[in-house]
């Protein structure tokens, strides 16, 4: 979290059935399969947030050309949540 804009993920965990195979007769076994969603938490309100870079650069306005000097140089990937991690906590600090 930040005084700004915060960060939140969210896990949740569903079963994928296995399919049937119609020439053998066979059924690939059930799994459990871990999704995950993140949040942006600003002011009290909590907003679905899908990580690309689009979204980022929506997000941080205002702030959008030291975010991307910060991408950049640190060869940061929208998609990890440790760098998610540390986008966020640089934005909160400027």
Known sequence: SGKNLG???RYTTRVQKGQFN?????TTPSRLVQMDDYYTIRGGQINKFKPSKGNIMELFADKQSEIK???????LSY???Q???RIF???NQL
């Open 7 to 9: 960060l939140l993920k």
């Open 22 to 26: 119609p020439t053998d007769g066979t």
């Open 69 to 75: 000097k910060l991408i950049k140089d640190e060869k």
């Open 79 to 81: 998609k990890d949540e």
């Open 83 to 85: 760098d998610l991690k």
């Open 89 to 91: 906590d640089y934005y």
